[in-house]
C-alpha cells in the first residue's frame, strides 16, 4: 500500500487506521458490543458488564447508576485479521488500529451522536434481533446520512427469545431505505445460537461454548440446510453488487469468473460509496460473532484516505472552497468536536485530525477567533484513561489539555491554512426549568459549574430571567436536565433545588400585518423622535427570522437603519401572548420618518420595538409548542390502555406495527402531555413496556388551552 501519505514515525499507516462509531436505539447493546470488542483486540483483560456498573466506555459516576450511556466515550484498540484455512480475508496479519466511539443511545443525548459522526469515518448501527428498527435508530441513521457516513449493520441480540434476524433485515430496508445485504448470517437463534454463515467465502463459523469467554472459534463446512441459505444470500449479494459496482458489473456481464478477493473488493467499494449495507448477526453479551464483524469493520470500512478530503471555506471569503486531503505531510487542520472537563487534567478538547500533524508545544491557530492557541499537551484517549503522546497524525482522534479559547465545533490550523470546517449542527433545546443553589456557598459556585457544562454540552443552554431573575437551564429532555444536575454535586460539589419543568413554547403569527408606530417625546432641550412602519408575514414552520430593508428616499436615515433592526429583532424575544420568542417570521422595513435634530439611534430602536408589537397584534399571534415523536413497546395485550393513554394526552396515532406478541405503536404527542409518561406507562403495562421520544415539530397550541394558560399567566 502506499506510503505517500504516512510519516515514517507514525505507528500505523493511514491505510490501517479505521475511525468508527458504535450507534443505536437505546438498550440495543452498543457499549457491551464496545466491551467485547475492547477484550478481543487485548486491550482489556476481564469483560465488565453494563449491568453491573463495569463496562469501561460507561465510565462516569451517573453512566453506571443508571446504566446507559451518557456521553460518548473514545477508545483505541489494534486488530490483526487471522488467517485462516479456506478463508479469504483482505488485511491477513497486518495489524489495524480501530479508534471507536461508543455513542449514548436516549434521544436527550442525541448531540453526542451528532458531533461523533461528524467526525467519524465509518459507523457500526446495531439493531436489537428482537426490536428491529427503534425511532432513535431511524435519528441515528439520518444523522449518519446527513454526514455521509459509511455503515454496516450489526443485529445484535440474536440469543434472546423472538430474534428474527431476516425480519431485522426486511426492516432495516423498508424503513430505513436502505441496500442492506447479509454477509454474516446467524447460525441458530434464541438459546440454539452457536455461529454465523460467512457469506462470502460460503463457510460456517461456529463458536465454542466450552469457551464462555468466545475468545475460541472454528472454520467448518457448511451443511446442506446451510448451504442453501448461504448460496442464496450469495447470490442475493452479488445481484447487488452487479447493480452498485461497475468493476465487478463488467465481469459479471463478460461472464468471467468472480472470485471471492472480486466480491471483496467490489462489496468494499460500495459500502464506502454508501451504496450498499452488510449486514452481520450474532450475539455481543453471549459472544457471539463479534471477532468477525471486527474483521468486517476492517474489509469494508474506509480508512481516511478512501473518504473524500475534508472541506471547508476560506476564512476570508465564504464561497471559497477549501480541501484538506488526509496526509501526514500536509499543513495542519483539524476540528474541536468535544470539550471535557477532567478533574485531574483540566480542560480537554477532543479533535480529529484531518490533515498534517500536531505535536506537544505547537502553536495552532483558531479560525473562529483568529487568534493562537498553544496545545500543552497531547493526550490518546482510553475512555478515562490517558497516555500522554508526542504528536498526532492525520486521521488520529486526540484531545489537548488546556486550550482557552475552543468552542465545539472550531477548526485548529496551521497559520498558513486559510480553513474552517463546517462545524457539527445541533437542535435547539426543547424544554426548561429554574435552578437555585440550596446553600450560599452553593451559590458561589453555581455560575463556574453551568457555563462548564454548557460549554461541554451544546444542546445545554443556561440564561437568566431578566424579570426574576433566576437561572434558567435549558435542555433536550427531563432525562438530560437531571444528569446535568447531578453532574452539578458529584463534579463541582454544586447542590440545587430545581422547579417544574417548562416548556419552550415560541409564538408567530398567521398573517401578514402591518405596525406603526411615531415616538415623539419633547421634554425641553433635545426630544427624541423615531416613526418606523413594518411589515411582517409569516413564513414555513422552522425558517426562523429574516429581515428586509425596503426604505426608499431616505425616508429613515442610513445610520438609524441598524438601529431599527436591532430593535425588530429584541421585539421577537418577547411575543405578545405570553411573552415567548416569536419565530418564524419575514419583516419589511417600509417607510417612517425622521427629524433633524431629535432623531437618535435609540429613539428609532424604541419605535422599531413598539411598531412590532403593533404587527404582531394585528397578525393574530398564535402560541406554537413543542410536539414530540413518541414510540411505545408495549406487549399486544396492554396496547389498548397505552394507546387510549395517548389519546388522553393530546396524541395522534401515527403507527401500530405488531410483531411477535409485541406492539410498536408510533404517536405524535405535545410535550407539555408527556410530563411523568413514564411511570404511567410502566403502571399501565405492568412494568412490561418501553418508550423513547424525539422532537418533531412546532405545532399550534389549541385556543382553548391557550386560554387557560393566559388566566394562569395573569
Not at 487471522?82 to 434521544?107: C, M, S, W
Request: hydrophobic share 40%; glycine share 8%; net charge negative.
Amino acid at each position: 500500500m502506499s506510503g505517500s501519505h504516512n510519516s515514517p514515525n507514525r505507528a500505523f499507516p493511514l491505510e490501517r487506521t479505521r475511525n468508527i462509531g458504535i450507534a443505536a436505539h437505546i438498550d440495543a447493546g452498543k457499549t457491551t458490543l464496545t466491551e467485547r470488542i475492547l477484550f478481543y483486540t487485548g486491550m482489556i483483560h476481564r469483560i465488565g458488564e453494563v449491568h453491573d456498573g463495569q463496562a469501561t466506555t460507561d465510565w462516569m459516576e451517573q453512566e453506571r447508576a443508571r446504566g446507559i450511556t451518557i456521553t460518548s466515550a473514545a477508545v483505541t484498540a489494534e486488530w490483526v485479521q487471522l488467517e485462516e484455512e479456506g478463508v479469504y480475508k483482505a488485511f491477513t496479519g497486518e495489524k489495524q488500529r480501530v479508534n471507536i466511539i461508543d455513542t449514548p443511545g436516549h434521544v436527550d443525548f442525541t448531540a453526542e451522536v451528532e458531533r461523533s459522526l461528524r467526525v467519524l469515518d465509518g459507523a457500526v448501527v446495531v439493531f436489537c434481533g428482537v426490536a428491529g428498527v427503534q425511532p432513535q435508530s431511524e435519528t441515528v441513521w439520518r444523522q449518519a446520512t446527513k454526514y455521509n457516513v459509511p455503515r454496516l449493520v450489526f443485529v445484535n441480540k440474536m440469543d434472546r427469545v423472538g430474534a428474527d434476524f431476516n425480519a431485522v433485515v426486511e426492516d432495516v430496508r423498508e424503513k430505513l431505505g436502505a441496500n442492506a445485504q447479509p454477509i454474516l448470517i446467524p447460525i441458530g437463534a434464541e438459546d440454539t445460537l452457536k455461529g454465523q454463515i460467512d457469506v462470502v467465502n460460503q463457510k460456517a463459523v461456529l463458536y465454542s461454548d466450552s469457551d464462555l469467554l468466545g475468545s475460541t472459534y472454528e472454520v467448518a463446512e457448511l451443511t446442506d440446510d446451510q448451504k442453501e441459505v448461504a448460496i442464496a444470500a450469495r447470490e442475493s449479494l452479488l445481484e447487488a453488487l452487479v447493480d452498485a459496482d461497475e468493476e465487478i458489473g463488467l465481469k459479471f456481464l463478460d461472464e468471467e469468473e468472480i472470485t471471492v478477493a472480486d466480491i471483496k473488493a467490489a462489496l468494499r467499494r460500495a459500502t464506502i460509496a454508501n451504496k450498499l449495507i452488510p449486514v452481520v448477526g450474532g450475539s455481543a453479551f453471549k459472544n457471539k460473532g463479534v471477532q468477525y464483524l471486527l474483521d468486517a469493520v476492517v474489509d469494508y470500512l474506509p480508512s481516511p484516505v478512501e473518504i473524500p478530503a475534508a472541506e471547508g471555506t476560506s476564512c476570508e471569503d465564504e464561497s471559497v472552497v477549501v480541501e484538506a486531503p488526509a496526509s501526514d505531510n500536509g499543513k495542519f487542520c483539524a476540528l474541536a468536536f468535544k470539550l471535557w472537563s477532567d478533574k485531574y487534567v483540566g480542560k480537554l478538547v477532543f479533535i480529529r485530525v484531518y490533515s498534517g500533524t500536531v505535536s506537544k508545544g505547537d502553536q495552532v491557530w483558531n479560525s473562529r477567533t483568529g487568534r493562537k492557541e498553544r496545545v500543552g499537551r497531547l493526550i490518546q484517549i482510553q475512555s478515562n484513561d490517558h497516555k500522554d503522546i508526542e504528536t498526532c497524525y492525520a486521521g488520529d482522534i486526540a484531545a489537548i489539555v488546556g486550550p482557552k479559547n475552543v468552542r465545539t465545533g472550531d477548526t485548529l490550523h496551521d497559520k498558513e491554512f486559510d480553513i474552517m470546517l463546517e462545524p457539527p449542527a445541533f437542535p435547539d433545546p426543547v424544554i426548561s426549568m429554574a435552578v437555585e443553589p440550596k446553600t450560599t456557598a452553593d451559590s458561589e459556585k453555581l455560575a463556574d459549574a453551568l457555563q462548564r457544562l454548557a460549554e461541554e454540552d451544546p444542546t445545554f443552554v443556561v440564561s437568566t430571567d431578566e424579570e426574576t431573575g433566576q437561572t434558567i437551564i435549558a435542555g433536550m429532555g427531563e432525562l438530560h436536565l437531571e444528569i446535568i444536575q447531578s453532574r452539578m454535586e458529584a463534579e463541582s460539589g454544586v447542590r440545587t433545588n430545581a422547579g417544574k419543568p417548562q416548556i419552550a413554547y415560541r409564538e408567530t403569527i398567521t398573517s401578514g400585518a402591518n405596525g406603526e408606530y411615531k415616538l415623539v417625546k419633547q421634554t425641553g432641550g433635545k426630544g427624541q423622535y423615531g416613526h418606523v412602519i413594518l411589515k411582517v408575514t409569516p413564513t414555513e414552520r422552522g425558517a426562523g427570522f429574516s429581515f428586509n430593508n425596503r426604505i426608499v428616499g431616505g425616508e429613515i436615515p442610513k445610520e438609524f437603519i441598524n438601529a431599527c433592526e436591532n430593535g425588530i429583532r429584541e421585539s421577537l424575544n418577547n411575543g405578545v401572548i405570553l411573552g415567548y420568542p416569536v419565530v418564524d417570521i419575514h419583516v419589511d422595513l417600509v417607510g417612517g420618518s425622521s427629524h433633524d435634530v431629535d432623531s437618535n439611534e435609540q429613539a428609532f430602536k424604541i419605535a422599531a420595538i413598539l411598531a412590532m408589537r403593533d404587527a404582531l397584534a394585528n397578525g393574530g399571534s398564535i402560541l406554537l409548542e413543542p410536539v414530540m415523536q413518541v414510540s411505545v413497546d408495549v406487549p399486544d395485550e396492554f396496547q389498548g390502555d397505552i394507546i387510549g393513554d395517548l389519546n388522553r394526552r393530546r396524541g395522534k396515532i401515527a403507527h401500530i406495527d405488531s410483531r411477535n406478541g409485541l406492539s410498536q405503536v408510533k404517536s405524535e404527542v405535545p410535550m407539555a402531555e408527556m410530563f411523568g409518561y413514564a411511570t404511567d406507562m410502566r403502571s399501565l403495562s405492568k412494568g412490561r413496556a418501553s418508550f423513547s421520544m424525539e422532537p418533531l415539530r412546532f405545532e399550534e397550541v389549541p385556543s382553548a388551552i391557550v386560554e387557560r394558560m393566559t388566566e394562569q399567566y395573569v
